[in-house]
């Protein structure tokens, strides 16, 4: 019956249903108690589930209690060390990343990783995916120098535990390059944004969003670097692909618009700015657009 009820809530939630997704996730905690008892493991996947569903309306003060009890029940079942301890030490860490507490998140963080590579081992994805989390609090707090071999460790690992071709590795090259960006360090950005964007069309087809924005990242560093044509064949390619695969009306479409006339303005064509600036404006009055 908890089970039922919990897929079902994850289901809901999937869909966007958020209210009637926290609703069928407390039935679902409330059946895991009742056939249980509150200190089950199967009481703190419920918990952490609903936490999640709270964290996704930012409602942390709804949900912080219950990734702790989640918490503190796992590390009496399962031992200090067992992975889903590691889980709810990233989610609620993850949460205090979100609200600006970097201290604390920075504290589970670093807990979190060493169970994972104790339980699972140094080299395990888990651990490449909790680096991350690492790394990208670092960046957030300006510590450049910190999050750097932390993002290198992370895609060393996912090359030998993934493969060359997966996804995640992707996006850890991704955000590697996107620091580098930040620092105006293009041609550092430039092949790791190439890299990415290979992975996203060999695993996503080369018409699928992540595709788009891969183009888009890796245009961004070829405008710093100079190199203006092919930035400008990129990008008018990710703007295809979302029209593609959202239609010519999105406000998504006019976002992009706006970033390719800024764009045109930068180099000298303020005609050709001119009028994606207008088709943009179009779709955000919702007119017609032809």
Not at 41 to 48: D, F, G, I, S
Not at 209 to 215: E, I
Not at 238 to 258: C, R, W, Y
Request: glycine share 6%.
């Amino acid at each position: 019956m908890w089970e039922d009820l919990n897929k079902q809530a994850v289901e809901l939630f999937q869909s966007g249903k958020y209210m009637e997704a926290m609703d069928t996730g407390k039935k679902a905690l409330e059946e895991a108690e009742k056939d249980f008892g509150p200190d089950d493991p199967r009481v703190a996947t419920c918990l952490n589930n609903l936490a999640e569903m709270y964290r996704a309306k930012v409602r942390y003060a709804d949900a912080e209690p219950l990734w702790k009890r989640a918490l503190l029940i796992r590390i009496k079942a399962l031992g200090q060390y067992h992975p889903d301890v590691a889980t709810s030490l990233n989610n609620l860490a993850g949460a205090y990343f979100e609200q600006g507490k970097f201290a604390e998140a920075e504290d589970l963080f670093k807990k979190a990783t060493a169970i994972l590579e104790k339980a699972l081992g140094p080299k395990h994805g888990d651990v490449a995916t909790s680096l991350m989390n690492l790394a990208a609090l670092y960046r957030a707090m300006g510590r450049l120098p910190a999050a750097k071999p932390l993002y290198e460790k992370a895609i060393a690992i996912q090359e030998e535990a993934l493969g060359p071709d997966s996804p995640e590795l992707g996006e850890t090259l991704n955000n590697l390059a996107g620091m580098y960006e930040s620092q105006n360090r293009f041609r550092d950005a430039e092949p790791l944004y190439r890299r990415s964007l290979a992975i996203a069309e060999r695993a996503f087809g080369p018409f699928h969003p992540h595709v788009a924005s891969s183009l888009s990242n890796l245009a961004s560093a070829l405008v710093g670097i100079g190199n203006y044509d092919e930035a400008e064949a990129l990008m008018v390619r990710s703007q295809d692909i979302l029209e593609k695969n959202f239609g010519v009306k999105h406000p998504m479409i006019a976002t992009g618009l706006d970033n390719l006339a800024e764009f045109y303005e930068g180099v000298g064509k303020a005609e050709e700015a001119k009028a994606l600036k207008e088709r943009a404006a179009q779709i955000r009055a919702g007119q017609s657009v032809h």
